[in-house]
């Protein structure tokens, strides 16, 4: 079976500074992982995903993640933070010869002005 | 188009209501699913459907009901439900159940509120 550790549930965070949110999965196959984010009031928004190949894996609005095998992590990066990126950031596993997706308990990301 | 609509956005209703929930995508894609999220929690899935089929219940009261009508349409009917059901219900869909790597697409959820 798989699992999902977000250990931190908020990340306050000034704007234009870095922030990384933690993932740690455990699975005796091979995973997929996945970031989503959820604003308020709204849907979850996939931010970017691993599925093999190149191990850092970006989106089109800054953010970055790194699959570390030897770490079971799939930490969450941006460089520099703008208010509008205030929301809920969720990482999911899946696994091979499985569909359902396993989400971690989620990081409240604020930014302050 | 990766969009996934979702009616109403809001629903209030009494625990001796019947209602439904409604879900629609136009990607093509085969797997519908239903999940509940609890406010500060992430979602938890109740039902999946591929190729218009139910193929799995996660062990959901009787008190919700799908129906998938056709591939593009996925509803969720409610009765007798209790004040613990209010919750974000959250409508996504994926190519295809059964493959691990396929993502899925969520719509903006309905937000539901049991009096």
């Known amino acids: 079976a798989q699992s999902v550790t977000q250990l931190d549930s908020q990340v306050p965070v000034f704007e234009e500074a870095p922030v990384e949110l933690r993932c740690n999965y455990s699975?005796?196959?091979?995973?997929?992982l996945f970031w989503y984010v959820q604003y308020p009031n709204q849907g979850l928004q996939l931010l970017l995903k691993y599925l093999s190949g190149s191990t850092l894996v970006e989106s089109i609005n800054g953010f970055e993640a790194e699959f570390n095998k030897s770490q079971t992590s799939f930490h969450l990066r941006k460089p520099s933070v703008h208010i509008s990126d205030t929301a809920e950031y969720f990482c999911?596993?899946?696994?091979?010869?499985?569909?359902?997706?396993?989400f971690g308990t989620g990081t409240r990301l604020k930014v302050l002005a | 188009d990766t969009e996934v609509t979702q009616t109403p956005k809001h629903l209030v209703m009494g625990m001796t209501n019947k209602k439904s929930l409604k879900c629609e995508q136009h990607m093509g894609h085969r797997a519908m699913y239903w999940y509940k999220q609890k406010a500060k929690k992430p979602p938890e899935l109740m039902f999946v459907?591929?190729?218009?089929?139910?193929?799995i219940n996660e062990s959901v009261p009787s008190r919700f009901s799908p129906e998938c009508p056709n591939s593009s349409l996925l509803n969720l009917h409610l009765h007798a439900l209790q004040p613990e059901d209010s919750a974000l219900y959250l409508c996504a869909s994926s190519q295809d159940r059964g493959r691990s790597t396929d993502t899925q697409y969520f719509g903006p959820g309905t937000r539901l509120t049991v009096l």
């Open positions: 459907y591929s190729y218009e089929k139910l193929s």
């Open positions: 699975s005796s196959v091979s995973v997929y």
């Open positions: 999911a596993v899946t696994a091979s010869g499985t569909y359902k997706y396993i």
